[in-house]
C-alpha cells in the first residue's frame, strides 16, 4: 500500500538564509544557527534531522512564529511569518494537555479561539478524535491517559485547527519505543487522509526515514543544513507499515548514510 | 530502615502514641504535683473550662468574631493578591513595577505597625483588619506570582499557536493552569493569617479569643487560657481541611489518576 505524495507541486515554506544569534541575561551571545534556506512543498512531510543542540528546534520555532530570526526570513504561502498563529500549529515533546479540560474540549479548544460555532466544533472534534482512536476518552482528563494517548490529543487538537503547515518537534521522544511506532503508523495514515504539510523534528534515523518525504540535515554548532533532498529508496511514495519501509531495497543505504552523516557530525563536537 | 516506608497502621499508631505520651506526662506531673497547680491545670480542667466558657460565658461569641475578622482581612488580601500576583508573574513590566515594592514590604514585621496602625484606625475593627491584612498580603502575592511564572512556557505556545489572542491566553491559559496553586498559596496563607489574630486580638482588643485569653490571665484563670489555645489549634486546623477539601472539589481533575 503505497501512493504519490506530490498532488500539488506549490512551495509552502521558504526558509531563506535564516540566522539566529540568542543574547544571554550576562550579555553573551551564541549563534544557534546560520545561514540556514530550505523550502517545503505543499503536502510534503519534511524531516529535519540533525545531533543534539545543532539548532532544529530553534529553526522550527522561527516558523513558528515563537523566535524571530536574527538574519533572514521565513516565508508561508509568499508572506512573511510574523509572530505565532493558528496557520502553524506546534505540537512539543512534553505533554501540552490543558489538565482542566476535557480530551473533547482540549481538541475543540483552538476552533473555540478562532470563532467556529459550537456545532461544526462538535464535529471536527468528533472527527478527529475518531482518527487517533480516542473516542472512547472524549470525557476523560488528561490525568487518565498514558503518555502516549495524551500525545495523540495534542495531535488531534492541532489537527482540527486546520493550519495550514503542522510543526512537531520530537513528538513521540518521550513514548516508549512499542507506542512510538504505534503512533509513527498513525501519524503516516493522518498524513495521508488529510491535506497537511508537516515539519518535524527528530533526532531518531528510523522515524525520518519512515516519515519523511523529505530530510533536511542539519550540521552541528551552529547549525546549517548539510544536506536536503528526497528520501529516496520510497520513489516519492508513501509507506504505511513500518516493516514495508525496512524491506524496501534501498533502506539500508538509506539507513546507512544518514548514520555517517550523524557520525561525523558527532566527532566534529566530540572534538 | 532508611527510607523505606512503613504500613499505615504502624504510621497511625505511632502517630496517636505521641499524644499519648504528652498527655500521660502531663497527668502524672499534675497527679504528683511537680508543677504548680495554678500555672498548670491538669488537661481535663481545661475541658470543663471550655465548656462552661461556651454554655456560661460568651466565648462562642468570640470565637465568632475572631473568625470573622480572619475571614474578613483574608478576603481583603485576596482581592488584591491574586490578581496582582498572576499580573507580576505573566507580565515581565508589572513584575518590574511592582515587586521592589512588594518585596521590601515582605521584610518588614507586620507587628511593628500596631502603634501606628493604632494612631490611625482608633481602636475599632479598622487597625486589627490592617494587621491582618499587611501581616498576609505580600507573601501572597510573591507565592502567586511564583506559582504563575511555573505555569509551563509549552503551555502558552502551544495555545498562542492554536491562534489564541494574548487576552486569551491570560483566561483560558495561565488563570486556569494557575488556579490550584492559588489555593494552596492561600491554604498556607491562611495558617499565617491566624498568627497575626491572636497578636492583633491580645495588644489591643476587648472581643475575640486573644482577648478572652489575656482577661483570663488577669483571673489568673489558666485552664481557660489553655482552652483558647486549644479553640485556635482547632480552628487552624478545620480551616486547614476546608482548603483541602475545596481543592480536592474545585481541581478534580487533577485527582484521578487511573493509569
Ligand atoms: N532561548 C535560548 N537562549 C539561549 N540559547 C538558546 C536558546 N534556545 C536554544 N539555545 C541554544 O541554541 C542552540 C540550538 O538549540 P536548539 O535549537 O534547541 O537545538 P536542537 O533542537 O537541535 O537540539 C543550543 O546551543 C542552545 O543552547
Ligand atoms: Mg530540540
Redesign the interface.
Known sequence: MATNFNKNDSVKLVVENAGKTYTHNNGSTIDAIVDVSFSVQRNEYCVLLGPSGCGKSTVLRMV???ETPTTGRILLDGKIIEG???H???V?Q?Y?S???LTVNKNVE??MK??GVAAREREQIAAHFLDIVQLTKFKDA??????GGMKQRV?IA??LA?K?SVI?MDEPFGALDAETRWNMQELMASIIESTDTTVVMVTHDIEEALFLGDRIVFFSGHPGTVMEDGPVEYKNRQRVMIKEEALDLPGYIEAERHIMALMRSQRQEIGG | MIRKPISRTASILWGVSIWVIFFTAWELAVIFEKVNLLLVPPPEKVLTALYSLIVEGNFLNDIGISILRVIGSFLGACVVAVPLGILMGTFATAESFLNPFVSAWRYLPAPAFIPILLMWLGTGEGPKLALLFIGVVFFLITLIMDYTRQVRIELIETSLTLGASQKRVLWTVIVPAVLPNVVIAMRQMLAVSWTYLVIAEIVASTTGIGAMMMRARRFLHTDEIMAGILVIGILGLLFDLLFRWMHRVFFGYLYNNER
Open positions: 513558528a512564529g515563537l505565532p498563529d493558528r502553524r500549529g506546534m512539543f512534553n501540552t490543558f489538565d482542566w479548544y483552538g479561539c478562532n482528563y488528561p490525568s487518565q491517559l498514558s495534542a487538537r492541532t485547527n493550519p510543526l
